[in-house]
């Protein structure tokens, strides 16, 4: 009778640590499947942000070209006054044209400095889903020792 009492014992001992076992792995696959789904949404956000960025840097890109070109015609007509008046009129012109060629110059320059690959890639991202990957595989190995 003792005997039996014994071996039933350790089966309810066995049947307990597989069904832990079993809810261990269920909740581990809970957790990645959450953790999944909450970097979707940090990729997602990182991705708008950029995106976003991207859009103001063209923007300050394009506006800096705009006023560069409207330096340029400044500088060209100032030339033209210049020849024409022997340095009068030209003298005001060339110092107005060269002051917008080089603020748009600098602006155009500002935008390209905001659309260089390195400044428009999630990094946030990428290093948060490489610290869940590790995350993930210690949590595999120290539950399957």
Known sequence: MAVRQIHDEERTRREAEQRSVGSLVS?????????????????????????SQARNGAMATGIGALVAFAGLLVLLQAAAFGLAEVMHLGWAALIVGGAALIIGGAVAMIGMSRLKPENLKPAHSAESLREDAELAKEKANGRQR
């Open 27 to 51: 909740e581990l696959g809970s957790e990645l499947s959450t953790l999944v789904r909450k970097e979707v949404e940090l990729v997602k956000a990182e991705g708008s942000q950029k995106l």
